[in-house]
């Protein structure tokens, strides 16, 4: 196994120019796809890598579950120096496996909690109006999904306005934009060195409902203002958290921005020689470099089993 | 009928839906009354078999849900509706997306939060996008 077992495990780092580079340079469709499928990659390799280094690291623990051949010396002096790691796998693993059992149950919880409080509201179009001054619009997935928008948020802009609202909301739910975030939730989880992809990643599949709400009112400036009174109305009260401050724009107004300008192109691959084609060329390379390299570890570690193991 | 048949399955989730319907129902027989009204008048036109003091309880939780309103110095306590159906699933939605890590965990929220610097770039952004900003729906660019 040597070193190709550790290599998964910070190859991630290949995906972070792309994380950065993306939302200029590729159209959000494309970006949230590449983002989340480089993310899922990444995270699996890192994955398994982790499982490998478990059972290394149970070999060395006396006492372990495994079969007694595993934990022989051969086996110890085939994988040297991962008894630490080895151990401290052990520990992550756990760690990793809780934190995405949480991730998900939270999710689906959250889910069946406010299906339960919409039950009986939202009509054919699946748009739930709730009375409430507090100015807010969600999409709900599930099957089928809602839209929900408090009356705060319907009084704040103009009718031709909803439209844009009711289609961006829509193009989350048709996108089913929920799945990417959670898968690249779990990846950022099993390997916090990915934990950038989901800021990426929100950023891309808002950005890919704008673009959906501008086809579908056929108004590019409509949806853009829309989307900016919106954020006007929706400010927190003083005093809430705010990552204020920053010099560069937030993500309303990076938005609203790129509504305004030009229908960004659709095309395949971005040109290699530009920063956005290298990046994804580095995170392309990335992915396959660990999925290989993982693949090389298992192997290698399935041999020295399989030689310990009496059968 | 509802309550019936989960009543005899499994105690706790099902008592606990009923309490939303029992609530719900208690909303809907207020929100036909013209003026504020005691318990009494909603245990009279309440379709369901209930105990004076199971209403008086569910008129309490409504009223910490802030659902209903109690008027009326000492007795009798008159109750009147501050939300129908719909505003009780508001309330119960607020009550969801005041817990903002689960909330961020699922829904795409239309726009996240502005920071200063943000507020006055959309500001300026908005400004530029056009004249036609002034309230006409149909507000296509002239060219």
Redesign the interface.
């Given at each position: 196994m040597g070193v190709f077992v550790y290599l998964p495990l910070v190859l991630p780092l290949t995906a972070l120019p792309i994380a950065r580079l993306a939302e200029q340079h590729l159209h959000p469709r494309r970006a949230a796809r590449l983002l989340t499928t480089v993310a899922v990659i990444l995270a699996s390799c890192s994955l398994l890598c982790l499982g490998l280094l478990v059972v290394v690291g149970t070999a060395q623990l006396p006492g372990n579950p495994l079969p007694d051949g595993w934990s022989d010396d051969e086996v110890r002096e085939a994988v040297p120096h991962d008894a630490f790691a080895g151990k401290a796998s052990i520990l992550a693993l756990v760690v990793v496996t809780g934190a995405c059992g949480s991730?998900v149950h939270?999710?689906f919880?959250?889910?069946a909690?406010?299906h339960?409080?919409?039950?009986?509201?939202g009509g054919a179009d699946g748009i739930?109006?709730?009375?409430?001054a507090?100015p807010?619009?969600?999409?709900?997935?599930g099957s089928p999904g809602k839209v929900?928008v408090?009356t705060g948020?319907l009084a704040s802009l103009?009718?031709?306005e909803h439209r844009a609202?009711f289609a961006?909301?829509r193009a989350?739910l048709a996108g089913r934009?929920?799945r990417l975030?959670l898968a690249t939730?779990l990846a950022g989880c099993v390997n916090p060195l990915l934990w950038p992809l989901v800021g990426a990643l929100?950023y891309s599949?808002?950005r890919w409902?704008d673009e959906e709400a501008a086809r579908v009112t056929g108004?590019r400036?409509?949806t853009?203002?829309a989307?900016?009174?919106?954020?006007?109305v929706?400010?927190?009260v003083p005093g809430?958290?705010?990552?204020?401050?920053?010099?560069t724009?937030?993500?309303?107004?990076r938005r609203?921005?790129a509504l305004?300008g030009p229908v960004p192109p659709d095309r395949g691959w971005p040109p290699a020689l530009t920063p956005a084609g290298a990046a994804a060329l580095v995170a392309a390379a990335g992915a396959t470099v660990s999925a290989l390299s993982s693949l090389n570890a298992a192997v290698a570690l399935f041999l020295v089993l399989k030689a310990a193991t009496p059968l | 009928m509802n309550a019936e048949r989960a009543g005899g399955e499994r105690e706790t989730p099902a008592r606990r839906r009923g309490q939303g319907e029992l609530e719900a129902q208690v909303l809907s027989v207020l929100g036909e009354a013209s003026e504020p009204v005691t318990a009494a008048w909603v245990l009279e036109r309440l379709d369901a078999d209930l105990s004076y003091s199971t209403v008086i309880t569910i008129l309490t939780r409504l009223h910490a849900k802030q659902a209903v309103t109690r008027t009326g110095r000492g007795r009798p306590v008159l109750w009147e509706p501050v939300?129908?159906?719909?505003?009780l699933?508001?309330l119960?939605?607020?009550r969801?997306?005041d817990k903002q890590?689960?909330?961020d965990?699922?829904?795409?929220?239309?726009?996240?939060?502005?920071?200063?610097?943000?507020?006055d770039?959309?500001?300026s952004?908005?400004a530029?996008?056009?004249p036609?900003?002034t309230?006409a729906?149909?507000?296509?660019?002239e060219r």
């Open positions: 991730i939270r999710h919880r959250f889910r909690r406010a339960r409080a919409l039950r009986g509201l739930a109006v709730l009375p409430d507090t807010y619009a969600y999409a709900l997935p929900m408090s948020m103009e009718p031709a609202l961006h909301e989350h934009h929920h975030l939730r929100v599949t808002e409902a108004d400036r409509l853009a203002r989307v900016g009174k919106a954020a006007l929706a400010r927190p809430g958290a705010v990552f204020a401050a920053f010099a724009a937030g993500p309303v107004p609203v921005a305004l | 939300a129908n159906e719909a505003g699933a508001a119960r939605m607020r969801l997306l890590s689960d909330r965990a699922v829904l795409s929220s239309f726009v996240s939060v502005l920071s200063s610097h943000d507020e770039l959309l500001r952004l908005l530029e996008s056009g036609d900003d309230g729906p149909s507000g296509r660019p």
